[in-house]
């Protein structure tokens, strides 16, 4: 997930006084000192955060579905860099086949057979996690995020399109709030989304008195981890053994399907 630089918050700390209040991101430049030509282009490129309504059920889904089948790839083939044992591993078999087969021919085609399997099953693992989520809390947004206090869903609409989702749950027994589905629309990524998703959050959590804001991310990309950090968290846990919901665990899929999970973590006030 996993987007930031022109539309950010950084001009922008104030937090709102209602839960019904929509937020409007722009460039730093005040539209009120541009021509109006100029102030009509900065409305067109202003984001506005907003609560979700039951309207943008089917855009917000489709947002979602989309950046959750980006990760099959990354995770197939991007993420085997950061598995090192699993390329030695690689590498053994390879050798292996080798001195078992003793064919050339075959000992060069078993890395494509090896990383083609790897996407096979990172697409069997991501496609049973998100049939999960789209039957569970993406299913009903309201019922899990608008309706109890503790936690929201909101939607960034830009000219009038939803182009990014982001939410918030709340943790009563650790006076916590997880930040959750946060995804941007790859047509409009680069434009600070992200971000300004990410700190609606923040601001939401400070106005319910949370003490932390924490979340857990198995991005692949870089981008996703800087973007966190950017925003004040901290890194406070990674495994490589993390369990996504839809996995058999079945030796094919511990063998073709790795994946490193971070935990982060903000602290906004003492415990």
């Known amino acids: 997930m996993v987007c930031e630089t022109k539309i950010v918050a950084d001009e922008h700390d104030a937090i709102p006084g209602s839960k019904k209040e929509s937020m409007m991101?722009?460039?730093p430049a005040s539209s009120a000192a541009l021509n109006p030509a100029e102030a009509k282009d900065a409305r067109k490129d202003a984001v506005f955060i907003r609560e979700f309504e039951r309207g943008d059920q089917q855009e917000v889904r489709r947002i979602f579905y989309e950046g959750i089948m980006e990760r099959i790839p990354n995770t197939a083939f991007r993420g085997l860099r950061q598995q090192p044992r699993t390329?030695?591993?690689y590498a053994f078999l390879t050798v292996m086949c080798f001195f078992v087969t003793k064919s050339v021919t075959l000992t060069c085609c078993a890395?494509?057979?090896?990383?083609?399997a790897r996407y096979y099953y990172s697409r069997k693992v991501i496609q049973s996690y998100l049939d999960c989520a789209l039957h569970t809390d993406m299913?009903?947004?309201e019922t899990y995020y608008m309706t109890p206090t503790g936690s929201?869903?909101?939607v960034a609409v830009l000219d009038g399109q939803v182009v990014?989702?982001?939410a918030a749950q709340g943790r009563e027994d650790d006076n916590t709030v997880e930040l959750r589905r946060m995804s941007v629309d790859s047509r409009y990524r680069g434009k600070g989304i992200a971000k300004a998703l990410g700190r609606r959050v923040l601001e939401f959590a400070v106005r319910k008195t949370?003490?932390?804001?924490?979340?857990?991310t198995t991005a692949v990309k870089l981008a996703a981890h800087k973007l966190y950090e950017s925003l004040g968290f901290r890194r406070t846990g990674q495994s490589e053994d993390y369990r996504l919901p839809g996995m058999s665990r079945s030796v094919l899929e511990r063998l073709f399907?790795?994946?490193r999970y971070s935990r982060y973590r903000l602290q906004l006030r003492e415990e």
């Open 25 to 27: 991101w722009s460039s």
């Open 87 to 89: 390329q030695l591993l």
């Open 111 to 116: 890395p494509l057979l090896l990383v083609g």
């Open 139 to 141: 299913a009903d947004i």
């Open 152 to 154: 929201c869903f909101w």
């Open 164 to 166: 990014g989702i982001v």
């Open 210 to 216: 949370y003490t932390a804001v924490v979340l857990g």
């Open 257 to 259: 399907f790795q994946i």
